[in-house]
């Protein structure tokens, strides 16, 4: 079973809050939060990586130009 702590609740505004213990504190600086039953579940925000954007995009059905660009010869290099 999981680790638990006993929080207290607070008014901050007018939002309720709850002040995370540092053992239990997330990375970054945003967090995603959800129901689950009678639960609250915070979630860190994880960055989406290379892999999982280009898997996201759709694929280009486009015609592209051919273009004209050479290999470059020795003499042309630097």
Excluded: S
């Amino acid at each position: 079973m999981t680790e638990q702590r006993h929080v207290k609740l607070f008014r901050n505004g007018r939002n309720q809050a709850v002040r995370i213990p540092v053992d239990f504190e997330l990375p970054g600086n945003e967090a995603i939060m959800h129901r689950d039953g009678d639960r609250l579940v915070i979630e860190p925000v994880r960055k989406r990586g290379l892999v999982a954007l280009l898997k996201a995009m759709e694929p280009v059905n486009e015609d592209f130009p051919e273009i004209d660009d050479p290999a470059p010869t020795p003499e042309n290099v630097f």
